[in-house]
Each structure stands twice: as structure tokens, then as C-alpha cells.
């Protein structure tokens, strides 16, 4: 299975709301990634767990919260967004390192009202 | 942050023909990769050349580097119209800690291949 999934496919939330963006993978991996893409932009790196843990955190504001409860889960907490956090969020595992490529879920786009 | 330089933003050209993709880079790499996106939605991981490699191929794909100028090319022979996508090179710096570092993408090429 090579296979990254993410639930919701698409989310709208308005500004006070709290949401949870959801990710999984079953290959074993363990490094996964969190990434923002804005229209017609690349990929931005938001966070990386490595072996359950955060690693990384790309100075992403405190209204965006990551958890990762196993080593097949990665969750994303929303909370206060901004209209201008509207974007396509993806999700990325790969083996440990970045010598490996990664494999990404299809996204959840989501907006802000 | 980003990193990588993609040349040309966007590229049409007729089914058959040859497209080639351009990535500069900044800093020293690990390995560069790329991927390919259709039309927003998640990437698929095409090719990865590490920092020690000058050029690789796999199917139609044909991947070089040049770490002294800090770039890579993707060539994709005999286009078909199912290569209509977005293509992204993204850059692994050289591990400093040992743990996971993630991407660094570049701008992108947007290629559409008319039939």
C-alpha cells in the first residue's frame, strides 16, 4: 500500500471555528510532513514529525496545531484561522531523511470565511 | 523558504515533442527530486538524483545535475497529453542532525502538451 490518505477532501470553516485536517499512511514511515500550498505557488513546508516527534516548525502560527498520535497518523488542529490561510494543505511521509521521496495525499483544499 | 528556480513558469508544445524543465538552487543539496502535480490536487514523486549523481533516467524522464551551478534539468521525451501537469523540483539540504528535513520546492513549470 503506497497510498497517503486525507480526510476531508474539502473544508470550510469560518473564523471562529475549530476543525481537524487528518492524515494516514501504512508504509511504514516514519517521518510526515505538513505542507501549505497557495494557488498557482509551490509547496511550503509547515512541520515534520520524525519517529512521533516534531522535528520541524516552519514558524507556522500558533492557530495551526500538528499532532501525531502514532506512527501512522498525522493530524493538523485549526483554530482561528484568517481568510488568508485559505489554501490546499498536504500531507507527505517518506522513510526517515530526507534521502527518500515522499509520498503525498491528495490534500483537503480548504477555505475561510 | 524557497529555493529553487524553475525556467521556464510555463511551457505548451505539441504531442511528441520533447519538453525540458530548468531548476536552479541555492544552497548545498543532499539530493534534488522532482514531482509532478495535476491540477491541485497531491504530488507524485517522479525522479530522485542525489548530490554525487550527474544524470539519471527512468522511462521517458531524464534527470541531470550540475551541483557546481546549482542546477538540474528534466527532460520528458515523446510528450502525450497526459503529461499536462505542473512539475516541481524540490531541494533536500545536507543533513545536519540527522532527522527528516522535508522539501524545498521551486516555483514550477506548468506544462501543457496540446494533441
Known amino acids: 500500500d503506497t497510498e497517503v490518505t486525507q480526510t476531508p477532501k474539502h473544508l470550510v470553516m469560518g473564523m471562529t471555528n475549530k476543525k481537524s485536517l487528518k492524515c494516514e499512511q501504512h508504509?511504514?514511515?516514519?517521518?510526515m510532513y505538513w505542507y501549505k500550498q497557495k494557488a498557482k505557488k509551490p509547496p511550503e513546508l509547515m512541520f515534520v514529525?520524525?519517529?512521533?516527534?516534531?522535528?520541524i516548525n516552519e514558524s507556522v502560527p500558533s492557530r495551526f496545531s500538528p499532532e501525531c498520535p502514532n506512527s501512522s497518523l498525522l493530524n493538523l488542529h485549526l483554530h482561528a484561522l484568517q481568510p488568508e490561510d485559505s489554501a490546499l494543505y498536504l500531507c507527505?511521509?517518506?522513510?526517515?531523511?530526507?534521502?527518500?521521496?515522499?509520498?503525498f495525499g491528495p490534500g483537503t483544499r480548504l477555505t475561510v470565511t | 523558504s524557497q529555493q529553487g528556480e524553475e525556467d521556464p513558469q510555463a511551457l505548451s508544445i505539441q504531442e511528441g515533442e520533447n519538453a525540458t524543465m530548468n531548476c536552479s538552487y541555492k544552497?548545498?543539496?543532499?539530493?534534488l527530486q522532482w514531482y509532478r502535480q495535476n491540477s491541485g490536487r497531491g504530488l507524485v514523486h517522479l525522479i530522485l538524483?542525489?548530490?554525487?549523481?550527474r544524470e539519471k533516467h527512468s522511462g521517458r524522464l531524464r534527470v541531470t545535475l550540475d551541483t557546481s551551478k546549482k542546477s538540474s534539468s528534466l527532460l520528458i521525451t515523446a510528450s502525450r497529453a497526459a503529461d499536462t501537469a505542473s512539475y516541481f523540483c524540490?531541494?533536500?539540504?545536507?543533513?545536519?542532525?540527522?532527522?527528516?528535513?522535508?522539501?524545498?520546492f521551486g516555483k514550477g513549470t506548468h506544462l501543457i502538451i496540446q494533441p
Open positions: 544552497t548545498s543539496i543532499n539530493n
Open positions: 507527505a511521509s517518506s522513510r526517515r531523511g530526507d534521502r527518500f521521496e515522499q509520498y
Open positions: 514529525y520524525s519517529y512521533e516527534k516534531l522535528s
Open positions: 538524483i542525489r548530490s554525487n549523481e
Open positions: 524540490a531541494t533536500a539540504d545536507i543533513d545536519s542532525g540527522g532527522g527528516a528535513d522535508g522539501l524545498t
Open positions: 508504509m511504514g514511515h516514519r517521518a
